[in-house]
């Protein structure tokens, strides 16, 4: 009786084991098919830059200094700039580019934090041969990055425009915080694996942003919408451990000294802080130059809500720098 009972474990398992990896290896294909036609669908925008092995995706126009450096909020890829690029290059060279695992650039490693995030930067602009000075904008979770940049390269950086941007005495955390990446590779293989199978993709199904995306064209707007729902942007935002190595980073950072800085913030973010009885004046203290500029009707998405705010800001920064009035 025994014996049967173990025959019949045993091919239980091997069952298992077989609808396991016919699973695997359909999640595998179907990943594949999928990669495949994202890629017909969304040919790459941009130029793709070795940076080591592995390379990301940038993309300017325009003439002139300073160089001025888009970058995205998490979850955002760099393409959601285009607008905005097209007018700061009425005046500059401007440019956007993908972080790693983002839009039309390879994966980085797990975790990829804020000072990983500026090597990759600083690497990516030394080898597409864009010099400096730059002038940085960062977006949300893009601005502790370029904070940390500074940090790391202040001889670069000229100025700043930060938009409703993270404060280092915030204690936001997303979901990806409580990933246990202090255990070290691990983790950087799951998301890999789970990306590889399909899983990712199936658990990104029927999410949308519902974001006005201003002074894009139709044709624009379902590029981008595209590009925010591949399940590879979810696995990035994953590897970038949400909030709380990031905001460690940026307190080491220090601020910009004399270097000119303006900083956006939402109606709905100024109404926030004053009800918290916050510090609302901590963001433009970061620089001698700098001022926090509130902008009516927005909502925490001011690139795609009020896009001419951001290249306001910028173009008062690039004429300060230019001793322009």
């Not at 255990?183 to 789970?194: A, E, F, K, M, S």
Request: aromatic letters at 6%; one cysteine or more.
């Amino acid at each position: 009786m025994r014996s049967l009972e173990k025959r019949w474990i045993g091919g239980a398992l091997t069952a298992l084991a077989l609808v396991f990896a016919v699973a695997i290896a359909v999640g595998v294909g179907y990943e594949e098919v999928a990669r495949r036609r994202d890629r017909e669908r969304f040919p790459q925008i941009g130029r793709p830059v070795d940076i080591g092995g592995r390379t990301l995706n940038i993309y300017c126009s325009g003439e002139g200094s300073p160089t001025v450096v888009l970058e995205s909020d998490a979850l955002a890829p760099g393409y959601g700039w285009l607008f905005i690029q097209r007018e700061i290059a009425k005046v500059t060279r401007a440019c956007w580019y993908d972080r790693a695992g983002y839009g039309w650039s390879d994966p980085g490693p797990a975790p990829h934090t804020s000072t990983m995030a500026a090597q990759d930067l600083h690497e990516l602009l030394r080898a597409a041969g864009l010099q400096p000075p730059y002038l940085l904008v960062g977006d949300g979770f893009g601005s502790l990055n370029v904070r940390v940049y500074n940090g790391l390269y202040p001889d670069g950086v000229t100025g700043m425009v930060l938009v409703d941007p993270i404060h280092e005495e915030e204690e936001r955390m997303g979901m990806a915080g409580r990933i246990p990446f202090h255990l070290g590779y691990p983790p950087d293989l799951v998301l890999r694996t789970v990306s590889r199978i399909g899983l990712m993709r199936l658990l990104n199904l029927g999410r949308r942003r519902a974001l006005p995306h201003k002074g894009l064209t139709p044709g624009e707007r379902a590029i981008l919408s595209g590009l925010e729902r591949e399940p590879k942007i979810r696995a990035a935002f994953l590897a970038e451990e949400g909030f709380s190595k990031s905001l460690e980073e940026v307190r080491a950072a220090g601020g910009l000294g004399s270097r000119p800085l303006i900083v956006l913030r939402s109606e709905d973010s100024a109404e926030s802080l004053a009800g918290q009885g916050a510090d609302e004046t901590r963001w433009a203290r970061l620089s001698t130059r700098g001022r926090e500029v509130v902008v009516r009707g927005s909502d925490h998405n001011i690139q795609y809500e009020a896009p001419d705010a951001v290249v306001g800001a910028v173009r008062d920064v690039v004429a300060e720098l230019r001793g322009k009035p």
